[in-house]
């Protein structure tokens, strides 16, 4: 036994290890009082991230802004998806002043031709061509007195039936539907570009009073050429407000609510377009049918007013400007003492718009990478819907009625929606997006190699499985972008996924131009591609109820993960190899 005191005992044999020093002996402290909670500093504030900023908002005021922004969705569908109402032609044939349309006058006065699309079989009644009597010689002319149109679907009075847009004026429908397509290009490119560098706020609105306006001029255009450049002026301009509320209604959720919200504005556009024929049927002219359209949106003109439908809370964060931040400041002095908006408030000097690296921009491969794979395959999900709706008129010459044609794609819209909403958030995005593209490529191959063999019913079945699985495809590559893309671009991201969906779309109208020759070839090039993006897709990270990211390096972070783990060495560090093995 040793004493306290004593000094601790050494053993003499030598050690690897060096003694431990020995202990200090322990001085008595004076005992100081505990500081109180005043005296501590306050501790660091972590600046806001755009999930605090969603919520300071409250429950109650962002649901009610997600409702005014899935409003508008109702009446966008009048201006954008009235192209093929105003400009379906009807079955026609030339005037004949003075004879009555009895069976044997036609024969006696109109030429006999065959069918003009690939698929026809038989012959029928000329639609452009008249018999003229020369004297004692009996000619083929174009039709001199105008047209006599059987107008048995649609509307009784459109762009075709008003300016006889038939026979050699035919032409102006389809360069109509592409100048149409062309400007909802460029208002995604342009308008989303605005979007991201003045403010959501400011984009919706001047886009607002742009369709208001050139909805009016459309709607008095009193010639085929006034109408096409109005027409491309209003899609330019409906296409911003379009994409400013997608990606603002995005903005304002939390990762659990983005499915939802984006799934009920969607079937508020089927709602829309299913009104829209409803609309049609009552007004029977294309003037009343835009105008209905057109005049409901000046009602939206009064977001503009301070308070009503403010600026984006994740863009605002983003462009640090405190200023305009109105819906924040009231629920923080009321009821909160939330810290997170310490450093926003003490920004001096707010910039007007958030500062965008050009050079990190260009070399951020990832976010490049995600944008060319869901542009690729929002270009083949929309080019390759126009093949399913017109598949049967093409193979077998007996197109379907416009009513059976427009509320199949409709429903199937709607359909997918739905699909969407039950599946996405349990199996992922990326999981769906390639399930839906694969489905799209499989129906397009079986209708291609199998149509000699495929009875009626077939054919309709796979038509619609092709359609329904495109549209999903369309819808999820659009929601897929606005999460995966950084809130400083999202909206020229969004655009241009658009954009590419938009070039995807222009060959129906071209097809139409031709009367369909070639949509063999035209189908095959768009089943190639799309198994070709079903390779693509897998090149996607996953988004599903993760954070939107706000900086072009939060982007950056969204990666594909592995598509195998690496194995863990579980050996110990200083384990002795097993000289036996």
């Known amino acids: 036994m040793t004493s306290p005191d004593s000094p601790p005992l050494v053993s003499p044999s030598p050690s690897p290890c060096p003694a431990p020093p020995p202990s200090l002996p322990s001085s008595p402290v004076p005992s100081s009082p505990a500081p109180s909670s005043s005296s501590l500093p306050a501790p660091p504030s972590l600046p806001p991230t755009g999930e605090v900023m969603v919520l300071a908002l409250g429950r109650k005021k962002q649901r009610v802004l ?28 030339c005037h004949l002043p003075g004879l009555l349309s009895s069976p044997e006058v036609l024969n006696a006065s109109l030429p006999w031709e065959e069918g003009l699309r690939p698929g026809d ?19 083929v002319v174009e039709c001199e007195a105008g047209w006599d149109y059987n107008i048995t679907e649609g509307l009784r009075n459109n762009i075709v039936t008003e300016w006889d847009l038939v026979c050699r004026q035919y032409w102006l429908v389809p360069v109509e539907e592409v100048c149409f397509i062309l400007g909802v290009l460029t208002g995604c490119l342009g308008l989303g570009y605005a979007a991201d560098r003045l403010g959501r706020s400011k984009t919706l609105l001047t886009s607002l009073t742009l369709s208001v306006v050139f909805g009016v001029l459309v709607c008095v255009s ?81 977001y503009g007013i301070p308070g009503v439908y403010p600026e984006s809370p994740r863009w605002l964060l983003l462009s640090e400007r405190s200023g305009d931040m109105h819906s924040f400041n009231e629920r923080r002095n009321s009821n909160r003492d939330d810290e997170s908006f310490t450093e926003l408030d003490s920004e001096p000097t707010p910039s007007t ?24 395959t929002s270009f083949i999900s929309h080019g390759i819907s126009h093949c399913y ?163 072009l390096a939060d982007g950056e972070q969204y990666r594909r993960p592995p598509l195998g783990r690496r194995r863990r060495d579980n050996v110990p560090l200083l384990a002795t190899p097993n000289p036996e093995t």
Request: glycine share 8%; charged share 10%; aromatic share 10%.
């Open 222 to 302: 009193p010639y085929p050429s006034i109408f096409i450049v109005m027409r491309f002026c209003l899609a330019a301009a409906s296409a911003g407000v379009y994409l400013t509320l997608y990606i603002t209604r995005l903005e304002l959720c939390e990762p659990s609510l983005r499915l939802v919200v984006t799934m009920l504005a969607g079937l508020m556009t089927v709602a829309g377009e299913l009104l829209l024929l409803a609309v049609a049927l009552g007004f029977q002219s294309w003037r009343g049918l835009l105008g209905a359209g057109a005049a409901p949106l000046t009602l939206f003109l009064s």
């Open 66 to 93: 997600i409702s005014l922004s899935i409003l508008p969705n109702l009446f966008l569908a009048f201006l954008l998806s009235s192209d093929p109402l105003i400009t379906l032609s009807s079955p026609h044939r």
């Open 389 to 551: 709706s017109s598949f049967r008129g093409d193979v077998r010459g007996t197109a379907p009625s416009f009513y059976w044609t427009y509320l199949l794609s409709v429903c199937a819209g709607g359909g997918a929606w739905l699909l969407l909403w039950v599946t996405v958030d349990r199996c992922g995005r990326r999981g769906i997006l390639l399930l839906s593209m694969t489905m799209t490529g499989l129906a397009s191959l079986i209708l291609l190699g199998l149509m000699e063999y495929l009875s009626e019913m077939a054919i309709t079945v796979f038509s619609v499985l092709g359609l329904f699985s495109s549209q999903a495809t369309a819808s999820l590559s659009i929601l897929f972008t606005a999460e995966v893309m950084p809130t400083i671009i999202r909206g020229s991201g969004v655009g241009a996924v658009l954009a590419l969906g938009c070039v995807g779309r222009l060959s129906s109208p071209l097809m139409d131009l031709r009367n369909h020759y070639g949509y063999f070839l035209h189908h095959v090039v768009y089943s190639s591609l799309a198994l070709l993006a079903v390779l693509s897709i897998l090149l996607l990270p996953e988004s599903k109820r993760k954070p939107l990211p706000q900086t």
């Open 121 to 139: 079989s038989g012959r029928g009644l000329s639609q452009c061509k008249q018999y003229v009597t020369n004297g004692n010689q009996t000619v």
């Open 353 to 376: 718009r958030p500062h965008l690296s050009f050079p990190e921009l260009f070399h951020s491969r990832n976010i490049w990478k995600n944008m060319c794979v869901l542009g690729f």
